[in-house]
């Protein structure tokens, strides 16, 4: 059973737009979410999280929504350039309950943006 | 700073043989970990560790063995390769509390 659900597997963007990339989760006990951009051939790199004591987080271009009752995360790029063109995971973890080490991965979006 | 170092990048196996996927890093991290990534899947846990010494099973461990003996390195094992362990396997550290760095992954394709 999917504990981080990633529903969109892709999503286009004009450049200067805002893409909204969206995530839900099942498991209650998640309390620290991440978000990871990948490109082609690389690793996936840390991009922004949120603590399950706050409902924003800022960084830059990137802000990271979190609704609890809903169990949904967004994180919002703007304005998106084509170098964001990757794939973007969601990944959440169980801090409090000791496994703040192990990470649940959703399946990822890709996003594209043009030109 | 290399970060997080994978050799090989691609490895090409016959069923029933065994190899090694090494990983290294140079940030003095306590917890290491390594994930595979299928398509349609995302990155899942395979085994992690928190310190030299430590080990333990992360979601899908079958087929796989590791060892810390040295804070630095963090290598997987197969014993005995199989086609549904073809994946892109990726090492990964951190401190505690801290998001983790990845290595740039190990492309296996088992025949």
């Known amino acids: 059973d999917q504990q981080v659900k990633q529903n969109s597997p892709s999503l286009s963007v004009q450049e200067g737009r805002i893409s909204i990339l969206n995530c839900d989760y099942t498991?209650?006990?998640?309390?620290?979410f991440l978000w990871y951009k990948k490109y082609p051939a690389e690793g996936p790199t840390f991009l922004i999280s949120?603590?399950?004591?706050?409902d924003k987080n800022e960084d830059g271009r990137f802000t990271v929504f979190l609704n609890k009752s809903a169990k949904h995360l967004s994180l919002h790029i703007v304005p998106s350039q084509p170098g964001d063109s990757a794939v973007y995971f969601c990944?959440?973890?169980?801090?409090?309950?000791?496994?703040?080490?192990?990470?649940?991965f959703g399946k990822g979006t890709l996003l594209t943006v043009n030109p | 700073n290399a970060g997080v170092t994978q050799t090989p990048k691609f490895q090409v196996l016959k069923t029933g043989q065994s190899m090694t996927l090494q990983c290294a890093q140079d940030?003095?991290?306590?917890?290491m970990s390594w994930y595979r990534q299928d398509p349609g899947m995302g990155l899942r846990l395979i085994h992690y560790s928190v310190g030299a010494g430590i080990t333990d099973q992360g979601e899908v461990p079958n087929g796989y063995n590791v060892s810390r003996s040295t804070t630095e390195d963090f290598p997987l094992r197969l014993l005995s390769a199989a086609p549904s362990q073809t994946s892109v396997y990726f090492c990964a550290s951190s401190f505690p509390g801290s998001p983790l760095h990845f290595g740039n992954g190990t492309r296996l394709t088992v025949t």
């Open positions: 940030m003095n991290h306590e917890y």
């Open positions: 949120i603590s399950s004591i706050k």
């Open positions: 498991n209650s006990m998640f309390d620290y």
């Open positions: 990944a959440a973890s169980a801090r409090s309950g000791g496994s703040n080490y192990k990470l649940t």
